[in-house]
């Protein structure tokens, strides 16, 4: 059967295309300081935005046209994974990410969910096998059901906590079988609505036991991925445990945990954190955590999770520069986690969709990649700080100075000088470095 019967392998034809069916930007051939964009870029594809949203909001049911919607159970799971790969091929996509629910319903039981897992993992095993695409990481939903209406390991419910432990050690098994390079935690419902009703310690206590578990568990099977957090303030819970990166790593940090963990960082959950997607990458990426981002963007106007396609350039390009001076994302990758709008609701706004978040990446990565070979803007700021350079700067730096030193240093000043920011005259560089990528 075939899905996507309007659509063919989708190939890179240059900016000056008018195709609306080609990449204009991402070549993933071309080198960029060495490396091909593919190798860089690492994208990868959502299965739960691409193959089981159906459009359904609060104030509307699903109207998105998806050829495999008539099916049901496991002849869905079924039809869901072939258009999939057919997806994976047309695209080019090096990866794809899965929620295990996404990929096989729920049982009556945990066993019936385990066989209904065991076969379509298997199905999804064969495909993999004759495909490009490979597994940049699962995990396991555990903030749909009704059970984690209290959370999972930070549940009330000892039982609750247990079943989430199960289907977890099920995802580290599905993920070394698979060859997964990441496995992703999420805590959806790990927070609180009210203190009234909550013990905060206890929650949080648990929630380290449930992650150094998780860890016996990955090297006991010889699990090798990777293990990520992926931080989000809020929504559907009032207040989750993972509010950001900064939050994220203090908890890491005091359960010993910093040594097994990275960080999946979300440009939308940035905003909902009330910081930009760079401030989050940089968070991470100073402290040595920066693991793998899901690639989307928030609206401004609105206080939800949008899970927009990324096609803000400005915002590309400085995750870009981040990713870049971190090095790259290693095992990680730029997943897509964003939607097509309610009204795109044609089997080909997958494609436009994705066409749209892999060009502007791929923009963003030759804009940074010039900006960080011309030093733009490490030569500003190392001017900007040469102050710690050199002097009581350097002594303060170096640890060679001490409040009464300082006190006698400041005491035979006369009036202190400050320089400009230059932000203004920064942002026009910017601006220029982005216009000339564009112009090539």
Known sequence: MVFFENVNKIDFEGHHSTNPLAFKFYNPEEKVSGKTMEEILRYSVAYWHTFTMDGTDPFGSGNMIRAWNKFSGMDLAK????????????INAPFFC???VDVAPEGATLQET??????????IKEYMNTSKTKLLWNTANMFSHPRFVHGAATSVNADVFAY???KVKKGLEIAKDLGADNYVFWGGREGYETLLNTDMKLELDNLGRFFHMAVDYAKEIGFTGQFLIEPKPKEPTKHQYDFDVATGLAFLQKYDLQNHFKFNIEANH????GHTFEHELRTARINGMLGSVDANQGDPLLGWDTDEFPTDLYSTTLAMYEILQNGGLGRGGLNFDAKVR??????????????AGMDSFAIGLKVAQK????????????????????????????????????????????????????AERLKATFNQYLISVLSE
């Open 114 to 123: 385990y066989r209904n897992l065991d076969e379509i993992v298997g199905m």
């Open 270 to 273: 940035a905003t909902l954190a």
């Open 371 to 422: 900006l960080i070979e011309d030093k733009v803007l490490e030569s500003f700021i190392e001017e900007r700080y040469s102050s710690y350079s050199e002097g009581i700067g350097k002594d303060i730096v170096e640890g060679n100075t001490d409040f009464h030193k300082l006190e006698e240093y400041a005491l035979q000043l006369g009036n202190i000088h400050n320089s400009s920011g230059r």
């Open 342 to 355: 309610r009204g795109s609701f044609e089997p080909e706004d997958l494609f436009y969709g994705h066409i």
């Open 79 to 90: 039809t869901r994974v072939e258009a999939a790969f057919e997806f994976f091929e047309k």
């Open 98 to 100: 899965f929620h295990d």
């Open 164 to 166: 989430s432990s199960a």
